[in-house]
């Protein structure tokens, strides 16, 4: 027998209908805010009260400045462990059934996953070793701490 | 429902009770005789009153309860002038942050700076559709509903980025990284460990969720004759702690509010928004602390379940979402702030470990026992 795929028909698309219309409130609601705030509120235009709040002074620089590299470093870890959780929910929801069926072993059902776990936690030692978890302190930072009574 | 030749959205009303709050309102209203297109208005009507349910919690929250609590633990009164305990100021300051000129900086990226706290309150309240809220208030129950709501909570980074940098503000820019940079830390902490009560259940989906909770007894206190139901806080009160940590955090609320942190960066993401925009940011802000409070609720303490009759539920469900929001403003006048290098080594070297260990060691003995 082969498979083949069949459209969702409209009885089974409720709940996503549903989830939509509240996306669509979602919105909405925001929306309706900003018209009644447009109504309500004035405007006195002034050129000094538009530049960008910087305590007070007047801004120096620009603003898109070069950043620590520390927020790089831990996003791309993120990025590795976002798709292992991906990749565990489906053993999650089918874990129970298979534990209690006697077809396949407690091993068989456990065994593979801790492997994979495993794995990704040896790359986490890994970054752990090489200070990618840590975040960097300039010199003058430590300076500081060091004469730290 | 007459014939199987009219398409419909409710299979189950021709069958059992009716479950989700859409088939309530074509019940109660009667627009089920107009076909698909009835259904449809039913369904949105029912997400109308979902989303402004929520929207009216935010409301109480923001302006009086947060102000009342915090007075209250630094001993001082607080709001008191407009009505009883002072929470007429609800009105009166939706009218005075509505009515706020709406001053726009040079320096801003324009649609993303507009669309920012469209997509942080927006994207709060769509997680609240699979959440079940007792007395029939539950809008959609597809079968991958934890993920789902993980997956929308997560669009809030988007944001938060999107404010940040669309501001041109350097405060604006370092509160979008630090909340992103948090989120990425927290984020896979919450998830695993929510997993752990996946393997529990056996479901994602959260009606099942809350029934495998609730259907089971864990002991019965001698004596009373009383049956404690299995909720998943004390089954596991080891993940139900971690996942309480990871939660403040990924909502951003103290210990773990560096992204608005008021000594180091004025406000952070939110800096140059004033206004109704500023409004919008502060109440996805208020939404994310209640759909985290909504998530602990529905996972580990039995969703809308308490005693007394089943129309209850609402009460018990808004009790126990309260309770977790009063947990987050008593951190607030408690628990210093922690700095943003320990919170990334907090993140990646304690939490993270230990919800693995979690999953680790829940996944064995449910095996074992099982």
């Not at chain 1, 129970?96 to 006697?102: I, Y």
């Not at chain 2, 029934?211 to 009383?226: C, K, M, S």
């Not at chain 2, 126990?320 to 943003?340: C, D, M």
Request: proline share 6%; charged share 15%; net charge negative.
């Amino acid at each position: 027998m082969c498979m083949r795929f069949k459209l969702p028909n409209v009885t089974e698309m409720n709940d996503w209908i549903a989830i939509g219309a509240l996306a669509l409130v979602g919105v909405l609601i925001p929306l309706g805010m900003m018209a009644v705030s447009y109504l309500l509120r004035p405007s006195v235009p002034e050129t000094s009260k538009r530049a960008t709040y910087e305590s007070g002074e007047i801004p120096t620089g620009d603003t898109r400045v070069r950043f620590n590299i520390q927020y790089y470093m831990v996003a791309l870890l993120f990025l590795i462990f976002d798709i292992e959780t991906v990749l565990l929910f489906p053993w999650a929801v089918v874990y129970l059934d298979a534990v209690e069926s006697d077809a396949v072993s407690l091993l068989e059902i456990l065994g593979p996953m801790v492997l994979f776990v495993t794995i990704l936690l040896v790359g986490l030692a890994w970054a752990w070793r090489k200070g990618a978890v840590q975040w960097a302190q300039t010199p003058r930072q430590v300076e500081t701490e060091h004469n730290r009574p | 429902m007459s014939g199987a030749t009219t398409p419909s959205l409710f299979p189950l009303q021709n069958g059992g009770d009716p479950v989700l709050l859409p088939e309530h309102i074509t019940e109660l209203t009667g627009l089920g005789q107009f076909g698909l297109a009835g259904e449809l208005l039913a369904t949105f009507v029912a997400a109308f009153i979902v989303g402004n349910f929520i929207l009216a919690m935010t409301g109480v929250a923001g302006p009086w309860a947060k102000r009342k609590i915090t007075a209250s633990f630094t001993d001082r009164i607080a709001v008191n002038h407009l009505g009883p305990g002072g929470i007429g100021i609800i009105i009166a300051d939706a009218v005075r942050l509505l009515a706020k000129e709406n001053i726009i900086p040079e320096n801003v990226d324009r649609p993303a700076y507009d669309l920012a706290p469209i997509v942080i309150a927006g994207s709060a309240m769509l997680g609240f559709a699979v959440i079940p809220m007792g007395s029939g208030i539950h809008l959609a129950d597809p079968e991958v509903g934890l993920a789902f709501v993980f997956a929308v909570a997560g669009i809030a980074s988007i944001g938060l980025v999107m404010a940040g940098y669309a501001s041109g503000n350097k405060y604006s820019l370092l509160g979008g990284l630090r909340a992103v940079a948090q989120n990425v830390a927290y984020e896979i902490p919450l998830v695993v460990t929510g997993m752990s009560v996946v393997l529990f259940a056996g479901s994602l989906q959260m009606s099942e969720i809350v029934a495998v909770q609730n259907e089971t007894t864990l002991f019965t206190i001698p004596g009373l004759e009383w049956a404690v139901p299995a909720w998943f806080a004390l089954v596991n009160p080891f993940a139900f702690v971690l996942f309480l940590i990871a939660n403040f955090a990924e909502v951003g609320r103290n210990p773990f509010d560096m992204p608005e942190a008021p000594a180091e960066l004025i406000a952070g993401y939110q800096t140059e928004y004033s206004s109704v925009y500023f409004v919008l940011v502060y109440l996805g802000e208020f939404l994310h602390i209640f759909l985290g409070g909504a998530i602990i609720a529905t996972i580990f303490l039995g969703g809308p379940a308490g005693p007394g009759p089943d129309e209850l539920g609402i009460l018990w469900f808004t009790l126990k979402i309260w309770g977790v929001f009063f947990l987050t403003q008593w951190l607030r006048s408690a628990v210093p702030r922690v700095r943003i290098d320990q919170l990334i080594e907090i993140g990646w070297k304690g939490l993270l470990v230990l919800s693995f260990a979690n999953l680790g060691l829940t996944a064995a003995i449910v095996g074992v026992i099982a």
